[in-house]
């Protein structure tokens, strides 16, 4: 038997890595987070693009708190309740035209589920029966629940699962750094959209429900974005063929991009978007929904009920939550803080690591970016997977007081390693400094380090 001295991996906690004791934190406050050792760390990557009106808001606190103490649950089934009320307004308020309707959920995954059982009854409803697959992009990441792991494409997560996952049509990620079409250039021909044609003539319009990709990517190509005219043609093929197009801004949303979804920034409207972590801000596990009238309206007509809900959708704290972090964000005039920052933060990784022998892209939009390694600057080869460079450069980092979000998968089978950095919108410019400074320091050891690359 493999005995583990270490009480924490030992202990009853149920950990997702089974090898590596975590940190235990204490407190947050601002952009830092404090372990129970009195450690500091820079939260560069918000946990997850999470903490974006930074921690230990106690505005948030005592707005949780007031709700708490009057009422904090609600089932969805026959109640609602004001904070629901005034959050899904402030929500449409911000959305694109066309956007009036918010279904709520507790997190990303449950948002892309709801996505896709909601493209499928709105066309069921228009007696469309035969519309069912769901088109996502290769590489992509969209959540851990067996629906939206299926619209998933990074094998080191489904691969446990494959049998139990349905197969869903892949196309060709919009990832200009490693596109067959434009990497020379860097500049995308949209022939990456093109491939939704492909798809559409292989399984024919008839059995299409929904295309669903990250107008930003987060985990698993941190950074990476399609120009304007990468969303118009997917637009344009969704229109043609009656597909509906769902944007996931689970990590891009709720002013991570600079306005308040990334969609926005591109001049193409989808039909679903898919939101969660920023929203809820860590104080909350929020999710949501926003839906187009033209989807809503397919299913109001059919006078049939979205066959869909969980306990704890609209949830009064969740709300309650939801409705300061949008209050914060425009008081503190985050957005364009996010503008400034996001620029700043680019300028820098560029100026910093742009040359470094084994960083190959530096890229992102707002407050959303990442910075791929690779062994060969030339050839774009990642390094070995087993090398593990992913987690070697976040453990370092750690080490010098920086918390950035590791991840890998971008050069698909082959691996890759990257970094995902999305601090909170009220990161500063010193903040900056220090966390590319960190950063490359950390990569720097972490190379001498490795066997033969040195
Ligand atoms: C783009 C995207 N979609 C969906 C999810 C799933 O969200 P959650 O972990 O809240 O279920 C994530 C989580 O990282 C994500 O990045």
Redesign the pocket.
């Known amino acids: 038997m493999d005995v583990s001295l270490d009480p924490l991996l030992d202990g009853p906690v149920f950990l997702r890595d089974l090898h590596h004791a975590p940190i235990v934190l204490d407190r947050g406050e601002g952009a830092y987070l404090y372990d129970e050792a009195g450690n500091r760390y820079l939260d560069a990557a918000a946990g997850?693009?999470v903490a974006s009106i930074g921690h230990g808001r106690a505005e948030v606190a005592e707005a949780l708190a007031r709700q708490a103490r009057r009422l904090a649950f609600a089932h969805p089934s026959k109640f609602i309740t004001r904070p629901t009320l005034e959050l899904a307004q402030k929500m449409v308020d911000r959305a694109p035209a066309g956007f009036n309707r918010v279904f709520f959920t507790s997190?990303?995954?449950?948002?892309?589920e709801a996505a896709i059982k909601l493209a499928r009854q709105a066309h069921v409803a228009r007696g469309l029966d035969g519309k069912h697959k769901i088109v996502s992009r290769r590489t992509s990441?969209?959540?851990?629940?067996l629906g939206?792991l299926a619209v998933t494409d990074q094998e080191e997560r489904t691969a446990p699962f494959a049998p139990l996952l349905r197969v869903e049509p892949k196309i060709a990620p919009c990832y200009p750094y490693r596109c067959r079409d434009c990497a020379a250039t860097r500049s995308c021909t949209t022939a990456c959209a093109d491939d939704l044609e492909r798809v559409v003539e292989e399984e024919g319009a008839a059995a299409l429900a929904a295309f669903i990709a990250?107008p930003i990517v987060?985990?698993s190509a941190p950074g990476s974005h399609g120009p304007p005219a990468y969303w118009r043609r997917i637009r344009d093929i969704c229109d043609a063929h009656d597909v509906i197009f769902v944007a996931?801004e689970?990590?891009s949303g709720n002013g991570r991009s600079g306005t308040w979804w990334a969609m926005q920034g591109t001049g193409v409207t989808p039909d679903l978007i898919?939101t969660?972590?920023g929203i809820g801000a860590g104080y909350a596990s929020l999710?949501a929904l926003l839906v187009h009238d033209d989807v809503f309206e397919a299913l109001r007509a059919s006078k049939r009920d979205f066959a869909h809900g969980h306990t704890y959708s609209g949830n009064p704290l969740a709300a309650a939550v939801g409705s300061v972090v949008i209050d914060v964000i425009e008081r503190e005039g985050l957005l364009d803080t996010v503008t400034a920052m996001g620029e700043l933060l680019l300028k820098r990784l560029a100026e910093t690591l742009g040359d470094h022998p084994h960083v190959g892209d530096v890229r992102g939009r707002g407050l959303l970016a990442g910075v791929e390694f690779v062994a060969d600057r030339d050839t774009r080869a990642p390094f070995d997977p087993n090398l593990q460079v992913r987690t070697r450069v976040s453990r370092a980092c750690l080490e010098r007081g920086l918390y950035v979000y590791g991840g890998g998968g971008s050069a698909g089978r082959m691996g890759g390693d990257h970094v995902l950095i999305a601090p909170p919108f009220i990161v500063t410019s010193e903040q900056v400094t220090f966390l590319v400074e960190t950063l490359c320091e950390a990569l720097d050891a972490v190379v001498a380090d490795l066997p033969g690359t040195a």
Request: net charge negative; proline share 0%.
């Open positions: 997850a693009a997190g990303g995954s449950e948002s892309v990441y969209h959540g851990a629940t939206a990250e987060g985990s996931d689970v990590m898919a969660a972590k999710g």
